[in-house]
């Protein structure tokens, strides 16, 4: 699986977006791009996931880029409640179901 | 629904006891992981189920983990003669379909994580 880059930690005032960002240069046509957080004392939970084409849903959007080499997910209006560990896990699909997790993005919401 | 429980939450060993950290998956997942997180770190995979099936134990860190899943639903994993260094949260998550998923399910093989077990070895 393709190894990714996400910055250490990020800060966000409560209302407005976030934008997480992440670097995937080396994805291959047959992975996709899964996001994944991680609220403290707690287990990961699924966000969003995405191939190519841009996707929504009801927590998140993720945006693709063109070469898919890089990605951003975005929180539209952040609450403190999302503060978190961010994690984008990069995953070929038809092959083994693990997720290879890295060190993710601390995102903390300011009020 | 329920999701995926773990028990017990916390778990203090000493060096040299034998632990056992059950997880529930939610019913009827077939695919059952689980992942070893030290702190500050992210979580590491440790071993895979498909049903009762274990089909990948590769991240077990040595011959003193072992996991089962008898009957395709509970699933137990259990450390021997706990040392210091296995300190760290076990977690357990579940997925509806198998992996690799059929065509049409491509992507949509989302883990549901339960809340972990903290081990500490003193």
């Known amino acids: 699986d393709a190894k990714t880059t996400q910055p250490p930690s990020m800060d966000c005032a409560e209302g407005r977006a976030a934008n997480l960002p992440c670097n995937h240069s080396t994805i291959s046509g047959n992975e996709y791009v899964y996001w994944y957080r991680q609220i403290h004392s707690q287990g990961p939970q699924y966000i969003i996931h995405?191939?190519?084409n841009n996707e929504t849903n009801e927590m998140a959007s993720l945006i693709i880029t063109e070469d898919r080499k890089s990605s951003t997910l975005i929180l539209p209006h952040a609450t403190l409640r999302d503060t978190a560990v961010y994690y984008c896990?990069?995953?070929?699909?038809?092959?083994?179901?693990?997720?290879?997790f890295g060190q993710g993005t601390i995102l903390t919401v300011h009020p | 629904g329920a999701g995926v429980s773990q028990s017990p939450r916390y778990k203090v060993a000493k060096r040299g006891q034998d632990v056992a950290l059950r997880c529930d998956p939610i019913?009827?997942?077939?695919?059952l992981f689980w992942y070893q997180q030290a702190l500050g770190q992210g979580p590491e995979f440790l071993t895979y189920f498909q049903n009762e099936a274990q089909l990948d134990k590769s991240g077990l860190p040595s011959d003193r983990f072992f996991a089962e899943r008898p009957e395709g639903s509970v699933s137990t994993l259990k450390i021997q003669r706990t040392q210091q260094e296995d300190s760290a949260v076990y977690l357990c998550?579940?997925?509806?379909?198998?992996?690799?998923?059929?065509?049409?399910?491509?992507?949509?093989?989302?883990?549901?994580f339960g809340p972990g077990t903290r081990l500490t070895v003193l």
């Open positions: 998550a579940s997925s509806l379909i198998r992996t690799p998923p059929p065509n049409r399910d491509r992507g949509r093989d989302e883990q549901f």
């Open positions: 896990i990069v995953r070929v699909v038809w092959s083994y179901g693990k997720l290879t």
């Open positions: 995405g191939l190519k």
């Open positions: 019913s009827g997942h077939v695919s």
